[in-house]
């Protein structure tokens, strides 16, 4: 996760913060709210086989899920593998629309949990998607699939936990 400094369509990495210019430090990170602050990520495949990521990001104050092409990552196509062995798929970055954190007003802080899943095989990862809590009497689950990862050969999955706050985040 970065930064990111510069005008849409030029956006880069501000690599004056975090371990050059990346945020995650052991599976956090903790930003200090900036209005306008926009942020991007890099997703790297440092395997040896072309993967599938899903990039979701979990509210636990709304009880949301937040999946979509934009502005998380799902792959687009089951037959095109976006991230090749020792490559690397951006989001949020140049041109892309890039993402921003903010907090309630009032409010001095907030976490929430962005969780990448990979795969050697697609998945319609969709079903996840919660934009209203499911508390609400309006709200129609999606049923999930008995096993969504049972057919892949290959797959895992690593969170980082990002904290919002509105003092000093020691970045």
């Given amino acids: 996760?970065?930064?990111?400094?510069?005008?849409?369509?030029?956006?880069?990495?501000?690599?004056?913060?975090g371990h050059d210019g990346n945020l995650v430090d052991n599976g956090r990170v903790r930003l200090h709210f900036q209005l306008g602050a926009k942020y991007g990520f890099v997703i790297r495949n440092m395997s040896d086989e072309d993967l599938f990521p899903y990039l979701l990001y979990f509210d636990p104050d709304q009880y949301t899920i937040q999946v979509s092409y934009q502005p998380w990552y799902l792959p687009e196509n089951p037959h095109f593998r976006p991230l090749p062995r020792n490559g690397s798929v951006s989001v949020g970055m140049a041109s892309e629309p890039a993402f921003e954190f903010g907090l309630e007003p009032g409010e001095q802080t907030n976490?929430?949990?962005?969780?990448?899943?990979?795969?050697?095989?697609?998945?319609?990862?969709?079903?996840t998607r919660r934009w209203t809590s499911p508390f609400d009497s309006k709200v129609q689950i999606t049923p999930v699939p008995e096993k969504p990862f049972a057919d892949a050969r290959r797959w895992d999955a690593v969170h980082v936990v990002l904290t919002m706050t509105s003092g000093y985040s020691g970045l």
Wanted: aromatic residues 18%.
């Fill in 1 to 17: 996760m970065h930064r990111l400094v510069g005008t849409y369509h030029a956006r880069q990495v501000d690599r004056s913060i």
């Fill in 111 to 127: 976490s929430g949990f962005l969780k990448l899943f990979v795969s050697t095989e697609y998945f319609d990862l969709g079903w």
